[in-house]
């Protein structure tokens, strides 16, 4: 199934194909379903429903069990050896016959009926049937979606900084070992997460999140471990952990740092022993799931403040992988501009494909304390108000001009990029002392390139460099 056939609504209430190899019930029925606003098409036989389905994008195959040729398990069988389709099946069985329509659920029919057919029920099972249906193919869709936004392409970067954690992710992802994942709030480490598991052998599997500060003790227990009905007020049935909905595939826990002490000693067990119990139960459960964590504080210090326990803290960081802030990776804010841009031009339809040299100035001079997550907000935000095929100054947050008029960053109209880039350069050093390590660090580039930049510069004026330049007169490299 095509990502636009996913979306697509079906005409009418619906497209059903009828299989029967009786002629009159094959044409009652589908003069019955027409009259209640269904596209129909029918087929004598399961050979030549295959055939049909080729040609008739039905949301619903309704079919007999008993056929020449090919009865319906069989035709079921087929179906289901071709999942991207998402077509339902309800089965129709004579009264009596009903084991051979369990036969039929249990290789994956939605329901079935037996003849001869109440008119009412008919059409409260399919309709019924087709509900679910849709949803299935309302989940693929967001599937896809998932898919899409999660890729590894996704995580802009070509700072050295950045290309190391490719290179982590890279080498990390094939193996079933805990990841830790550290850096300030906005630096993309859920992304990192999912493309921790979508490079996994357990893609196909589910990649489950929970944000563990936003819950109190006794409802994150729950989130994680699922309750059994009646553990607590309000708990009206049994329900499923996140540690059960991530089975054979990922669990990320983002704010790992937020969870009390209580909850700790619990999750070091399911990490040790892969095994845990459901609030209010007695059962041990077992599951087969890799756990991927993050966290925007610095654990070291609270687990020697003896606020987070040591032995947890080593069971999370087997690996750790830290993503640098927006501020030490300034060369790749371009890159992450166009990406936004792109996307939320898309997403809104808007004829957007610039930005003017004004606004850049901005958003290159800008901190970022939001990091990547503020600069993505920023261009949505931008993309929407633009009238025209540019974004403007006036199209930003003023939290930017403000912060520009407080700095010496040249905003002004017509500022190249390799004006923007030879500032940042020279004040990066200025602030470091004119140890060109240190800036090459900040800037997210290399000592080389530096090295490279001020020969090409040659003698800048020194209002721009006083600090470059140690008291012989010679750059610093330490």
């Known amino acids: 199934m095509t990502d636009e056939q996913a979306q697509r609504p079906s005409p009418g209430k619906g497209r059903i194909l009828i299989v029967d190899d009786e002629a009159n019930a094959r044409s009652a029925l589908a003069e019955i379903l027409k009259e209640e606003g269904y596209v129909v098409e029918t087929a004598a036989d399961g050979f030549k429903a295959l055939a049909k389905v080729e040609e008739f994008d039905a949301d619903l195959v309704l079919t007999d069990l008993k056929m020449p040729r090919m009865d319906g398990v069989e035709l079921l069988r087929r179906l289901r050896l071709e999942p991207e389709r998402e077509i339902g099946v309800v089965v129709m069985t004579a009264f009596g016959a009903v084991e051979t329509a369990v036969t039929a659920m249990r290789e994956g029919a939605i329901d079935y009926l037996t003849k001869p057919l109440n008119t009412d029920e008919l059409l409260l099972v399919l309709e019924r049937a087709l509900d679910g249906v849709r949803l299935r193919h309302e989940a693929s869709h967001l599937r896809a979606q998932l898919r899409e ?40 480490k859920e992304l990192v997460a999912a493309a921790l598991h979508h490079r996994s052998p357990r893609a196909t599997g589910p990649f489950v999140r929970l944000h563990c500060a936003a819950l109190a003790e006794t409802l994150l227990e729950s989130e994680l471990f699922g309750h059994e009905r009646g553990a607590f007020t309000g708990a009206d049935r049994r329900r499923e952990g996140r540690f059960e909905q991530a089975s054979g595939g990922t669990l990320f826990l983002d704010e790992i740092g937020d969870i009390s002490q209580g909850i700790q000693v619990k999750l070091l067990r399911a990490l040790q022993e892969r095994e845990f119990e459901r609030v209010g139960s007695n059962q041990t459960l077992r599951v087969d799931v890799r756990v991927v964590t993050a966290t925007n504080r610095d654990l070291k210090e609270m687990v020697a403040a003896g606020k987070f326990r040591e032995d947890l803290y080593y069971r999370l960081n087997v690996i750790n992988i830290q993503l640098p802030p927006l501020r030490r990776r300034i060369s790749d804010i371009p890159a992450l501009i166009e990406h936004f841009l792109k996307r939320f031009a898309k997403e809104n339809e808007k004829a957007v494909t610039r930005v003017s040299d004004a606004a850049l100035a901005l958003l290159v001079g800008y901190p970022w304390p939001g990091n990547v997550r503020e600069i993505e907000n920023v261009i949505e935000r931008a993309v929407v108000l633009a009238e025209g095929d540019s974004i403007e100054v006036m199209h930003l947050p003023s939290e930017l001009t403000a912060s520009s008029r407080k700095s010496s960053v040249p905003s002004v109209p017509g500022a190249t990029m390799e004006e923007l880039e030879r500032y940042a350069i020279l004040k990066t050093l200025e602030s470091v002392g004119g140890s060109t390590g240190k800036a090459a660090e900040m800037l997210g580039i290399s000592v080389r390139k530096i090295q490279y930049k001020l020969q090409e510069y040659g003698a800048a004026p020194k209002s721009q460099t006083p600090a470059v330049q140690n008291e012989h007169g010679a750059i610093s490299d330490e």
């Open 149 to 188: 936004r999660y890729r590894f392409e996704n995580i802009i970067g070509s700072s050295p900084e950045m290309q190391q954690v490719f290179k982590s992710v890279a080498q990390v992802a094939p193996s079933r070992a805990t990841v830790l994942i550290t850096g300030e709030s906005g630096t993309g």
